[in-house]
C-alpha cells in the first residue's frame, strides 16, 4: 500500500544541520501517520518524531525538542525530518515510518529502509 525511501543522510560536523526525505509511493499516502525513528549500533530503535496526516500535530522525542522539526508535503508524498544543532548523539540510521501517530513502532505498519546520519565531534 506503501513504499518509503529515505534520503537526505550522510556526515556532518556537530552543530550542523540536515534534512531527511522520506518519499512515499502509493494513492493512499494522504491517510497515515508519519513517523521517524532511529537506532544507534547495539541499541534499540526509538521514536524521534511524529506528523498526523493533517500536518498540524507533531510530536517530539525530548532530547531532540527545538532542534528538530518534522514536516510533510501532500502534494509531494513526502515527509521532512529538519535537524539542526546536530550533537554526535545523534548518529544512528534514521527510519521514517506510515501507520498510525503515536511514539510505538507497534503503530506503524510501513518502514524505509534506513539512512545513516553520521554526527562528528
Known amino acids: 500500500q506503501v513504499q518509503l525511501v529515505e534520503s537526505g543522510g550522510g556526515l556532518v560536523q556537530a552543530g550542523g544541520s540536515l534534512r531527511l526525505s522520506c518519499a512515499a509511493s502509493g494513492r493512499t499516502f494522504s491517510t497515515y501517520d508519519m513517523g521517524w525513528f532511529r537506532q544507534a549500533p547495539g541499541k534499540a530503535r526509538e521514536f524521534v518524531a511524529a506528523?498526523?496526516?493533517?500536518?498540524?500535530?507533531?510530536y517530539y522525542l525530548d532530547s531532540v525538542k527545538g532542534r528538530v522539526t518534522i514536516s510533510r508535503d501532500g502534494a509531494k508524498n513526502t515527509v521532512y525530518l529538519q535537524m539542526n544543532s546536530l550533537k554526535p548523539e545523534d548518529t544512528a540510521v534514521y527510519f521514517c515510518a506510515a501507520g498510525r501517530y503515536g511514539v510505538s513502532q507497534n503503530e506503524y505498519d510501513y518502514w524505509g529502509q534506513g539512512i545513516q546520519v553520521t554526527v562528528s565531534s
Open positions: 506528523i498526523s496526516r493533517s500536518g498540524i500535530n507533531t
